[in-house]
């Protein structure tokens, strides 16, 4: 399953996978978060699943296709939250279920989300993969809600560069992710003007 050209992509999280390719994908992005993509060869995807080699390429044809299979399918557990503050075209309740959701998330899976953010392979993959651009772009016009002046923009993308700094920073790498997730949450929703 090679990386689709953007007229044959899917939407982020739409795509269902096999449940060997979940394991696949889900152990790669685990190893990835270890070792860097580069640093993380088709072997050590397919010892971490315990299937040979073959069966990983069977499941998937190229190495860029479990990356971005796997992106997929981790940033398709944001889709439920997203499609209902869409749904609610700009409530500022739904915004701030899904800014909870965004900040759930990335606190949950701290050692991904430096992965994410920072590897060379990841980065240039998604700046070229069209379903990925497509979901942040509805993901940061949900939060933006009817607002789209400057002010607001500027604030919600101050607020998404911080949820990925801050779970991600030294400072807080000893915070549970309960004091963690509850003091971001609060800051991000009161710096956007959101309801608690």
């Known amino acids: 399953m090679p990386p689709t050209s953007p007229a044959t992509a899917s939407p982020v999280g739409s795509t269902t996978y096999s449940a060997a390719q979940l394991r696949t994908a889900t152990a790669a992005l685990e190893l990835f978060a270890r070792h860097g993509v580069s640093g993380t060869s088709l072997q050590m995807i397919a010892d971490a699943t315990g299937v040979t080699k073959a069966a990983v390429y069977h499941q998937f044809k190229t190495k860029e296709a479990v990356v971005v299979a796997a992106v997929d399918v981790e940033l398709g557990r944001l889709e439920p939250a997203l499609d209902a503050a869409e749904a609610a075209a700009g409530d500022p309740d739904a915004r701030s279920a899904l800014l909870g959701e965004v900040i759930d998330h990335a ?43 400057a002010t607001a923009r500027i604030r919600v993308a101050m607020v998404a560069s911080a949820i990925g700094g801050v779970v991600t920073h030294p400072l807080v790498a000893g915070l549970d992710d309960a004091a963690l997730r509850g003091d971001l949450l609060s800051l991000s929703l009161r710096f956007l003007s959101l309801p608690d």
């Open 107 to 149: 606190v949950g899976r701290r050692r991904m989300v430096g992965t994410l953010q920072h590897d060379p392979v990841i980065v240039r993959l998604l700046s070229e993969h069209e379903p990925f651009q497509q979901f942040m772009e509805r993901l940061f016009r949900a939060l933006l809600g009817d607002r789209i002046d």
